[in-house]
C-alpha cells in the first residue's frame, strides 16, 4: 500500500537519522535514495559521514533528478532530500516556476509507485529573508514544494532538536 511520509525541519534537526531510524522500523531492508550533486570537498565529506552511518541492509541509489527511473515498488525508501533535488532543478532551469512544475510532475510520477516514500526535506524558509535575490527565489521553490509534497503525504513529521514532531496523520 503506497504511503508518503515527509519529514521536516531545520538543519541538524535530526531529519536524517530519525529518516533512517522509521525506514529500518518498516523494513529489514529499505533504500536510501540520494539526490545529493557533490559541488565540492567539504560536501563529498557529509556524503560520506552519511553513506557511512547506513548498513549492508540498504540499497543505494543516487539520483539527481529523475527519481521515477527506479521502481520502488512494494519498498521502503528514504529520499535525501527534497531541498538537493529542488537545487538541482533549479540549477539546472535558472526558473522558480519551471523548476517547481518539473518538480511537481516527478513528485506524481514517482509517487505513482505502490511503496512507503520516507521524504526528507529543509524549512530553509524559518531562518529569515535573504538579501540576496536568487537565494530568495530558491527559498520561495523549496516552500511551495514542501507544501506540495505535504499536501500529498499520509504523515507529515517536524523535527526540532531531534525529537520528532507529529504535523499530520
Known sequence: MKKIILITGGQRSGKSQYAV???LSLSPHPVYVATAHVWDEEFRQRVIHHQARRGAEWDN??????????????????????????????????????????????FDRFTDQDATFIF?????????????AVQRQFTDLQGWMNQYVAQHADEVILMVSGIPVKIKG
Open 21 to 23: 531510524r522509521l525506514a
Open 120 to 132: 526528507v526535506t529543509n524549512e530553509i524558509g524559518s531562518g529569515g529573508v535573504s538579501d540576496n
Open 61 to 106: 541509489i543516487e539520483e539527481e533528478k529523475e527519481l521515477s527511473r527506479h521502481d520502488l515498488t512494494g519498498r521502503v525508501a528514504v529520499i535525501d532530500c527534497i531541498t538537493l533535488w529542488c537545487t538541482n532543478f533549479f540549477f539546472e532551469l535558472q526558473d522558480v516556476d519551471k523548476s517547481l512544475d518539473a518538480l511537481k510532475v516527478e
